[in-house]
């Protein structure tokens, strides 16, 4: 499916096409419409930076107990959560982040996990 916005509409928001793009993600996740994934596609973001988008806002990311379970099954045994604490200038809602690769999410986030 692709939706068109006129130029005329575009350039009378003063919106890039990626601000288009990642304000109507942000909707649908906050509608709970599709998944985040799913969301971070819309909005042509890696799924960490999409995350680091709704922090920006203020905006919680439903991650239930089911989801956590569902991760933690993929990776094939219980997944040790790193804690990202207020100390570290985290700015945003996000509490518990979990990826095999902290290296990485350090990078992305721009703090240093502690272990």
Same mark, same amino acid.
């Given at each position: ?13 003063? @919106? ?6 990642? !304000? +109507?993600?942000?909707?649908? &996740? #906050?509608?709970?419409?599709?998944? @985040? ?6 909005? !042509? +973001?890696?799924?960490?930076? &999409? #995350? ?64």
């Amino acid at each position: 499916m692709t939706i068109e916005i006129s130029d005329e509409i575009v350039a009378t928001s003063h @919106l890039t096409i990626e601000e288009i793009q990642l !304000g +109507l993600a942000i909707w649908l &996740f #906050q509608e709970k419409q599709i998944s @985040l994934g799913k969301c971070a596609q819309v909005a !042509g +973001l890696h799924k960490m930076m &999409f #995350q680091k988008e709704l922090a920006k806002r203020k905006i919680p990311v439903h991650y239930t107990e089911e989801d956590f379970e569902r991760d933690a099954e993929a990776v094939g045994d219980t997944p040790s959560i790193p804690t990202i604490s207020e100390e570290k200038n985290w700015y945003g809602p996000m509490e518990l982040v979990y990826t095999k690769d902290l290296e990485a999410l350090e990078a992305i986030a721009g703090v240093k996990i502690q272990r």
